[in-house]
T-cell receptor, first 113, second 114 residues
Framework: GAGVSQSPRYKVAKRGQDVALRCDPI?????LFWYQQALGQGPEFLTY????????KSGLPSDRFFAERPEGSVSTLKIQRTQQEDSAVYLC???????????FGSGTRLTVV | QKEVEQDPGPLSVPEGAIVSLNCTYS??????FMWYRQYSRKGPELLMY????GNKEDGRFTAQVDKSSKYISLFIRDSQPSDSATYLC??????????????FGKGTLLTVNP
C-alpha cells in the first residue's frame, strides 16, 4: 500500500486481557518502529526492527510487551495482561533506512477498562 | 527535566499570521532535528528535517537549529486554517549510533482562525 497501515484503529480491552496490534509497513521499508503516545504527550520509542531482527527493545515498558516481525514485513505488538496505564495510542512507523525520515501510521488507540 | 521541552500551548492565531514554535533540549548528542505535524486522530507527518545547526526553508515553513543554545524553531508564514494541528519537535543522535530513535517534545497545539 501507499502508507503504513495499522489495525485495529480502536481497541477496548478489559484489564487483564491480552491484545495484539498489527502494523503493515510501506513495501520495501527495512526499518520498522513502534512508539507509544499517551494523551497530551509526544510519542515515546518502544522498539526497532531492521528486517526481521529486533535490534532495540529498550523502550518496552515491561515484560508484558512483546513485538515481532517474523518475515521482515508485517509486525505485531502484543501486550499481555493489559493494565489501565497501557491506555495510549500505539504508533507504527517505517523507513527505507535507519535514518529518521519515518512514515507513521495513524495508530491504534487502546483503551483498557 | 525531560530531554526535550516544548510548550504545549494552545496557540491561537489569525489567518495570515507568522507562527513561531520552538523546543529546547538538553542532550548535546542530538544531531538530527525534525518537525512533525499531527492532525487529530492521525499519525505524525514529517514536515522538516535538518542536520546540525542552520536554517532550512521549504515553502511557507522555515526550520532553525541553534546547537550552541540547544534551541530549535519552526516558523510558519502566511498561516492557513489547514495548518491547525499539533506540531511536534523530534531529535535523534549521531549516525552510527541510535540515530533511528526519536525523542519527541510534548507537541504544541496550533489553531489558525479564518
Amino acid at each position: 500500500g501507499a502508507g503504513v497501515s495499522q489495525s485495529p484503529r480502536y481497541k477496548v480491552a478489559k484489564r487483564g486481557q491480552d491484545v495484539a496490534l498489527r502494523c503493515d509497513p510501506i513495501s520495501g521499508h527495512v526499518s520498522l518502529f513502534w512508539y507509544q503516545q499517551a494523551l497530551g504527550q509526544g510519542p515515546e520509542f518502544l522498539t526497532y526492527f531492521q528486517n526481521e531482527a529486533q535490534l532495540d527493545k529498550s523502550g518496552l515498558p515491561s515484560d508484558r510487551f512483546f513485538a515481532e516481525r517474523p518475515e521482515g514485513s508485517v509486525s505485531t505488538l502484543k501486550i499481555q495482561r493489559t493494565q489501565q496505564e497501557d491506555s495510549a495510542v500505539y504508533l507504527c512507523a517505517s523507513s527505507h533506512d535507519r535514518g529518521a525520515g519515518y512514515t507513521f501510521g495513524s495508530g491504534t488507540r487502546l483503551t483498557v477498562v | 527535566q525531560k530531554e526535550v521541552e516544548q510548550d504545549p500551548g494552545p496557540l491561537s492565531v489569525p489567518e495570515g499570521a507568522i507562527v513561531s514554535l520552538n523546543c529546547t533540549y538538553s542532550n548535546s548528542a542530538f544531531q538530527y532535528f525534525m518537525w512533525y505535524r499531527q492532525y487529530s486522530r492521525k499519525g505524525p507527518e514529517l514536515l522538516m528535517y535538518t542536520y546540525s545547526s542552520g536554517n532550512k526553508e521549504d515553502g511557507r515553513f522555515t526550520a532553525q537549529v541553534d546547537k550552541s543554545s540547544k534551541y530549535i524553531s519552526l516558523f510558519i508564514r502566511d498561516s492557513q486554517p489547514s495548518d491547525s494541528a499539533t506540531y511536534l519537535c523530534a531529535m535523534s543522535g549521531s549516525r552510527g549510533g541510535s540515530n533511528y530513535k526519536l525523542t519527541f517534545g510534548k507537541g504544541t497545539l496550533l489553531t489558525v482562525n479564518p
